[in-house]
């Protein structure tokens, strides 16, 4: 039986990727086990991308999650096919990235990069800022991983389901903004025009497959051409923490 999927009024305009791990149709949970399965977008984009070798899929009961490198060996990460990259390009238009995790250790949520040296956007656990969540922009400076970024999301503490949404409501300043549980914590800037990314992983350090995230990944959505307003990230968190309490 496939979990409760909550209210559903979640906000879905402009959606560019939908990993949804309590929709059935997003997560197979009949190939697990396989060395590369998919993880289904339900965008009206379709992405194609795949789980690199063999993650923990569960869609029963009230928390359906896909777990990353807990059990050790080769990284398990999602690694979307790059005719679909486009997609996930936002340029100079808003945007924003939701996602619900469950996080046990390790660093690299999404990565966008494939060199160590490249300007694409990465986002990150920072073990030497209290394990805050870490974004670095575009061709910037990372934002939300300091006492100043983020005074009010310390996260020395990490395991349990935690809800984030990075929203960039223009490319003025401070209008990148951080949510936390539904609520806003902090805010940074993002003036860039991103182009294609050069890859694009979700769990772990994409130019080398190291640094993996260490955890449960519930869903993750990208908007592109829309930002979340506060009063939509909470319209989110309320629809859908029904499934994480």
């Known amino acids: ?9 979640t906000v879905n305009a402009e959606l560019a990727l939908c990993l949804d791990a309590a929709n059935p ?9 396989e060395t590369h399965p998919p993880w289904n ?20 009961g009230a928390s359906s999650y896909i777990e990353f490198n807990t059990g050790g060996g080769s990284a398990e990460y999602y690694k979307m096919v790059s005719d679909y990259y486009s ?5 100079a238009n808003p945007y924003a990235i939701e996602i619900w995790v469950n996080r046990y250790d390790g660093a690299y949520l999404l990565d966008m990069r494939n060199a160590s040296d490249s300007i694409h956007p990465y986002i990150q656990f920072n073990a030497s800022q ?48 951080l949510y936390y549980n539904g609520s806003f914590v902090a805010q940074g800037t993002d003036a860039e025009t ?14 080398d497959d190291a640094i993996s995230f260490k955890g449960r ?29």
């Open 1 to 9: 039986m496939a979990a409760n999927l909550g209210q559903k009024s």
């Open 25 to 33: 149709y997003s997560n197979p949970i009949s190939r697990q086990g």
């Open 41 to 60: 977008d339900l965008s009206e984009n379709k992405i194609d991308g795949t789980i690199q070798n063999s993650p923990t899929y569960s869609n029963v």
């Open 87 to 91: 997609n996930v390009t936002w340029g």
């Open 130 to 177: 209290s394990n805050r969540l870490s974004y670095r922009p575009y061709n910037a400076s990372a934002i939300f991983d300091t006492d100043t970024d983020q005074p009010s999301a310390t996260d020395t503490t990490y395991t349990g389901w935690r809800h984030y949404v990075i929203s960039r409501e223009g490319t003025g300043s401070n209008e990148c903004k």
């Open 194 to 207: 991103q182009v294609t990314p050069q890859d694009f992983d979700i769990g772990v350090r994409s130019y």
């Open 217 to 245: 990944i519930g869903l993750f959505k990208i908007y592109n051409g829309k930002a979340l307003s506060a009063t939509e990230v909470l319209q989110n968190y309320n629809a859908t923490k029904v499934r994480y309490d």
